[in-house]
């Protein structure tokens, strides 16, 4: 990543790598604005070489052990650690098998040297409208959990970001892991990502679906990133599927309905009409793929 600073070298800081999780915290406090965490460390340190992020103290959570947890339990769902990497995540076996979407997602972000480094909450925390694993997550509904000196919470990815690199996490606070709920096994999802001549996404979008055999259950989940300063999900196109209609009629009207209703940004990488035509081509393609064999 690089936006054209003339910086190579990053700023003085002070290291600090606590062993638990309340040191971690105790650390934050003292420090607060001036303190930043790190993980994988992929992401802010390149934002602190480019003078875009400045931090005093970098506190290092990768020796808390209990932020290192990937544990999935059949009937609660699945567990990823903030300190798990990506790498670690694509070798659980029930990643591909119940979460698609956010395995092809994750298979996608950068390459194999830095998933080894990189974390998933460090991804969702960087809250860039680009990133890919917002989509997903929001779609499977997952949530973060987060302690602070006030004690645990937990936010739905959907509220977790607030908008163009901000998140509902205050200074104080640690990110300790994401929960993503269980999956049906008459769930299924897909994500696809359209990038041209850029590492960055013009327009990703996820689905994730379920009891695509009964109108009444059926349960359709529609989310893009990069097309706007934050996620965006299709509430109306979703509604849709609730009818009792043939599988390509509700292909057909939940496309029109995003054509519609949802008004994609212009930027320097897209023009917004560019990035409305190509969310009506990977909707339609995205939901012919669900709807198939089902």
Not at 100 to 124: E, K, M, P
Not at 204 to 229: C, E, G, P, Q
Not at 231 to 237: D, G, I, M, S
């Amino acid at each position: 990543m690089s936006f054209g600073s003339p910086y190579f070298t990053l700023p003085r800081f002070r290291y600090e790598k606590p062993d638990t999780l309340e040191k971690a915290l105790s650390i934050l406090q003292e420090n607060k604005d001036d303190a930043r965490i790190l993980a994988g460390g992929v992401g802010l340190l390149n934002l602190m070489k480019e003078r875009l992020v400045e931090a005093k103290v970098l506190v290092d959570i990768k020796g808390i052990k209990e932020l290192h947890k990937l544990e999935y339990k059949k009937g609660q769902g699945l567990t990823i650690g903030s300190t798990v990497t990506l790498n670690e995540i694509l070798e659980h076996p029930i990643l591909k098998q119940r979460y698609t979407a956010l395995y092809q997602a994750i298979s996608t972000l950068s390459d194999n040297n830095l998933r080894n480094r990189s974390t998933l909450v460090g991804d969702l925390c960087e809250a860039l409208p680009w990133i890919d694993s917002p989509a997903p997550l929001i779609a499977f509904d997952a949530s973060v959990n987060i302690t602070g000196p006030e004690g645990y919470r937990s936010v739905k990815v959907e509220s977790f970001i607030k908008g163009m690199a901000e998140v509902d996490l205050a200074p104080v606070e640690i990110v300790t892991s994401i929960t993503l709920p269980e999956q049906t096994d008459t769930s299924r999802s897909i994500y696809l990502k359209f990038a041209r001549g850029t590492e960055f996404g013009l327009v990703n979008l996820a689905v994730v679906a379920s009891n695509l055999k009964k109108y009444v259950d059926r349960s359709v989940r529609i989310v893009y990133s990069a097309i706007d300063t934050k996620p965006v999900r299709a509430l109306e196109a979703e509604s849709v599927f609730k009818e009792d209609l043939p599988p390509r009629d509700m292909i057909s009207r939940a496309v029109e309905k995003i054509r519609d209703t949802i008004e994609p940004m212009s930027d320097n990488l897209a023009s917004g009409q560019y990035r409305k035509h190509l969310m009506q081509v990977m909707t339609y393609e995205a939901l012919t793929r669900i709807f198939e064999g089902a």
